[in-house]
């Protein structure tokens, strides 16, 4: 019996190239949910390292609506394969 059909494959792709929700920021610490408060995107939510800030991009900062749609696509190309 052989278990080496490509379809059982497991695609696990999406987190090693960093789409989709940030779990933890590049320092080490683990990601937290904020709302912005600028006039250009009021009330949205976006994932940041506590250590973050405007000024200081090397902290993680990324809109919690576009890692969702990271997620998203990223299944859908897993999908395609099988
Ligand atoms: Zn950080």
Excluded: Q, Y
């Amino acid at each position: 019996m052989s278990l080496s059909a490509s379809g059982l494959k497991v695609d696990v792709r999406s987190h090693a190239k960093g789409t989709g929700i940030p779990r933890r920021c590049r320092c080490g610490e683990g990601s937290i949910v904020r709302t912005s408060t600028t006039v250009t995107n009021p009330c949205r939510l976006f994932h940041c390292c506590p250590f973050g800030s405007k000024e200081n991009n090397f902290h993680l900062f990324k809109w919690t609506d576009e890692s969702m749609f990271d997620e998203v696509e990223d299944i859908e190309i897993v999908g395609d394969k099988i």
